[in-house]
């Protein structure tokens, strides 16, 4: 069965860093590619980020320009568990934040919610002095 368990949210001041992961399990990115998203109360979720594996050691990602130049995308060795390094954190980074999984073979865009298979449970990210 294809799960997915986020982990490593938390409190930190505006200005900190944190590293969320996302361990995938049942599966690796070799046949699925992983999206960030995030809800902030009372908002839409939105896409943060997304990777895809395009070369025997090569990822591609892409960034919601919101947080271009702050987060990263990366992945283990194994491709089985993602993470999303995000610095310089501002209030507005304030959200839960899940990922999810789709087929290689599925076209459209990565911020089409709609297109993905799994979901994890999510992990808040809260931004605050």
């Known amino acids: 069965q294809l799960q997915l368990v986020e982990s490593g949210g938390g409190l930190v001041q505006p200005g900190g860093s944190l590293r969320l992961a996302c361990a995938a399990s049942?599966?690796?990115?070799?046949?699925?590619?992983i999206g960030w998203f995030r809800q902030a109360p009372g908002k839409e979720r939105e896409g943060v980020s997304y990777?895809?594996?395009?070369?025997?050691?090569?990822?591609?990602?892409e960034y919601a320009d919101s947080v271009k130049g702050r987060f990263t995308i990366s992945t283990d060795n194994s491709g089985n568990t993602v993470y999303l390094q995000m610095t310089s954190l501002k209030p507005d980074d304030t959200a839960g934040y899940y990922c999810a999984a789709r087929p290689r073979t599925i076209v459209g865009t990565w911020k089409n919610q709609g297109l993905y298979d799994y979901w994890g449970q999510g992990t808040q990210v809260t931004v605050s002095s």
């Open positions: 049942g599966f690796t990115l070799d046949y699925y590619n």
């Open positions: 990777i895809t594996k395009v070369g025997r050691n090569t990822n591609y990602a």
